[in-house]
């Protein structure tokens, strides 16, 4: 089985974030890290590669030096990867990432493609449904146990209320979520093997995506200003002398919050 799986270079979890007031985007010239929920993604598809065999391909869009990142799942086992990496991109929101993605995914053919449940920089959680509509496959999200007979695909799917069994025909789109394993760490071997396997950087030509459908130009969204959240309002520091517990209460009895 081929199994695609799509993961994004965030900036690291503790590095300080910034918004470049110039574009109104995120500065993403810090440290960086592959998304930590896309290697639970990168896991499941070593594991079924493991199980049934067949090919575990990585596809990411974004700058080219989100290659460091990709090489990091390369070295967990995956077996090649694919970055678009476009200066014309740069810009793109949702609507315009899920455009140039489906069109990596389409050149793929994979059986399955596997998405992580959300990336930390953009948090909305919802890539993998448009991409799955662009790709007119059907899509199983909040995935906690994933297993596939080669034909079909069945997502044990986590809700407010317990578990939905979903199965879909293949191919189709699976977002897994961050409870379905634990990642492995990478091997000495495979970090050292990581490197020579195939890493293929493609521009949106390749794809056959054209410029204006990408980027800026091709986004639906407009960031139209950036500000500092609003100040906090009245508050009240209560220092601990024995008598902190009363003084919460009285002040929220005051408020009728209690
Ligand atoms: C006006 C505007 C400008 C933007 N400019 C940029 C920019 O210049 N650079 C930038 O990186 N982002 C930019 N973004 C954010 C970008 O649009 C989102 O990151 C993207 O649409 C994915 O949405 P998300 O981050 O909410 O992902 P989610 O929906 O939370 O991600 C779900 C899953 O999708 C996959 N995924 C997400 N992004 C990628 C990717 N790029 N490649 C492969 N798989 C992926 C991962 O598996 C991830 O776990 C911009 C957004 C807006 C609104």
């Not at 317990?162 to 492995?184: K, Q």
């Amino acid at each position: 089985m081929k199994i695609a799986v799509c993961v994004k270079q965030v900036p690291d979890a503790t590095a300080a974030k910034r918004i470049d007031p110039e574009t109104k985007r995120l500065d993403r010239s810090g440290e960086a890290a592959l998304n930590a929920t896309d290697l639970n993604a990168v896991e499941e598809a070593i594991r079924l590669k493991e199980a049934q065999g067949g090919e575990v391909v990585l596809v990411s869009l974004g700058p080219e030096r989100a290659l460091e990142s990709l090489r990091k799942a390369l070295a967990m086992g995956a077996d090649r990867a694919v970055l678009v990496a476009d200066e014309a991109a740069a810009g793109s929101d949702l609507v315009a990432t899920s455009r140039i993605l489906a069109a990596a995914l389409e050149r793929e053919q994979a059986d399955l493609v596997l998405f992580g449940q959300a990336s930390s920089d953009g948090d909305g959680a919802v890539l993998w449904a448009a991409v799955a509509d662009r790709l007119r496959r059907p899509l199983i999200s909040q995935v906690a146990a994933l297993t596939t007979d080669g034909s079909t695909v069945t997502g044990k799917r986590q809700t407010e209320h317990g578990y939905d069994t979903i199965s879909a025909p293949l191919p189709a789109v699976v977002a897994v979520s961050d409870a379905i394993n634990e990642p492995r760490y990478p091997s000495l071997k495979g970090i050292m093997g990581a490197k020579s396997k195939p890493q293929e950087t493609l521009s949106l030509a390749d794809l056959g995506v054209d410029a204006a459908e990408a980027g800026e130009a091709g986004s639906r969204t407009t960031v139209l200003a950036l500000g500092p959240p609003p100040a906090r309002g009245e508050s009240l520091k209560i220092e601990d002398d024995g008598s902190a517990a009363q003084k919460i209460l009285d002040y929220l009895v005051e408020r009728r919050l209690l």
